[in-house]
């Protein structure tokens, strides 16, 4: 996201930021002072992001542009190409300072890792969906504190406040999250994308397959055998796919698995608000819930 402060009240300036995921455009966003866009529309994934000619004037004009980073946002070096030296100073990168809580490449548990289409841990870059964990989501909140108050120094405590203020709305979510999804704690799932071994991590799910580990390459028929033998041999108990609808090859395999199938949101798209975060995140653990109990244990559609 840009966030265009400049000045603030004190030159009549009006703040604007511009965000390119849900959680990083929502941490701030009590509209104190200034506006708030998107820089990606709410059904476009920044995997899938494209410029325009307006993004790119959009992004020459803010003084700050935030970005989730670890490779997400590989587009914006396209934008770098055409701009100014000085535009690469302006970006703050909202996991930075994270190390050893980085998940390197896919954690997923299957039995045959021989297929080359597979991507090897060892050599895989961090895995970028950090927001996932709200325990870590609380770097970001700080690392854009940070940068507000540097480019906005006349509002910085009005930025604190707000801050802290979100900094408590994660740690209750998180405090939420960790009692519901007790009961499920442990169970065995597969996930279309690779993008929830941080939500896993912090509460005890274990992913033993992933249908599509490299987003846009179809998986190899190799590939899916082993996704096959480890869901079966790992008693996988139910096949999450993002919105806004499962693919033709999940519901194949939920089929052939004879599990449930069921839609988690990695919260990139959607409306920009306040609430964005905290609601996709609830409604994650309400899905899980639903299908992951004993009870919701029956043959996918």
């Known amino acids: 996201m840009g966030v265009q402060p400049g000045g603030g009240a004190a030159s009549g300036r009006r703040s604007q930021i511009e965000g390119s995921d849900d959680l990083s455009a929502g941490i701030l966003f009590h509209r104190q002072r200034g506006g708030v866009e998107n820089l990606l529309s709410a059904n476009i ?19 700050l542009i935030v970005i ?16 100014a030296p000085t535009r690469r100073n302006s970006v703050v990168e909202i996991f930075a300072g994270l190390e050893d809580e980085l998940i390197l490449g896919s954690q997923a548990h299957l039995s045959d890792r021989s297929d080359p289409s ?3 841990a060892a050599s895989a870059p961090p895995n970028p969906h950090v927001w996932l964990d709200p325990r870590l989501a609380r770097c970001a909140v700080t690392n854009i504190l940070r940068a507000l108050q540097a480019a906005d120094p006349a509002h910085a405590t009005g930025y604190a406040v707000n801050a802290a203020g979100y900094l408590a709305r994660l740690a209750n979510l998180d405090a939420a999250l960790e009692q519901a999804l007790a009961t499920v704690k ?24 992933v249908i599509e580990p490299q987003p846009e390459v179809e998986p190899s028929l190799r590939y899916l055998a082993g996704l096959y033998r480890a869901s ?3 008693q996988a108990r139910a096949i999450f796919t993002e ?4 693919s033709r090859l999940a519901r194949q395999i939920g089929r052939d698995l004879q599990l449930p199938l069921a839609q988690l949101d990695t919260i990139e798209t959607g409306p920009l608000k306040p609430t964005a975060y905290e609601e996709g995140m609830r409604s994650n653990q309400l899905v899980l819930l639903q299908n992951l109990t004993p009870d919701a244990q029956r043959p996918s559609p």
């Open 45 to 63: 994934e920044p995997h899938d992001y494209q410029f325009s000619r307006k993004d790119l004037h959009r992004l020459a004009q803010a003084d």
């Open 68 to 83: 989730n980073g670890l490779g997400l946002e590989r587009w914006l070096e396209k934008a770098f190409q055409n701009s």
């Open 243 to 246: 919105p806004p609808s499962p």
């Open 118 to 120: 597979y991507p090897v």
């Open 186 to 209: 442990g169970a065995r799932i597969v996930t279309y994308h690779d993008a929830f071994p941080y939500f896993a991590r912090r509460y005890g799910l274990d992913i033993v397959g």
């Open 232 to 234: 079966r041999a790992n």
